[in-house]
């Protein structure tokens, strides 16, 4: 069954929360070779915050949600962007 998440949090976010959120974004933007000056990024970053506000506080669980919302996840996990370059 799906939710819907009503109830979001109009808390201004602590440092605690932005450390979370960050070390998300960092993990993301590793994994998946995501330039941080990119618009994915900022798309990124900005579902991180929306869904950390909607009560998504697990950093596991914040970050599978990230992945299928942009649909960065793979079926063997994140890419390793130099081993999928072919060389030659």
């Known amino acids: ?4 998440i009503t109830n979001r949090s109009q ?3 602590d440092s605690r929360d932005l450390a979370t959120c960050q070390r998300v974004f960092d993990t993301l933007s590793a994994d998946y070779a995501i330039a941080r000056d990119s618009a994915e990024a900022e798309r990124m970053a ?3 915050i929306e869904l950390y ?3 998504v506080r697990d950093p596991n ?3 599978s949600m990230v992945e299928a919302a942009r649909g960065l996840f793979e079926a ?3 890419v390793n962007r130099s081993a999928a370059t072919p060389t030659g």
């Open 53 to 55: 506000r909607q009560g």
């Open 76 to 78: 063997d996990g994140p």
């Open 1 to 4: 069954m799906v939710q819907t």
């Open 46 to 48: 900005s579902i991180i």
């Open 11 to 13: 808390v201004p976010l």
């Open 61 to 63: 669980h914040l970050q």
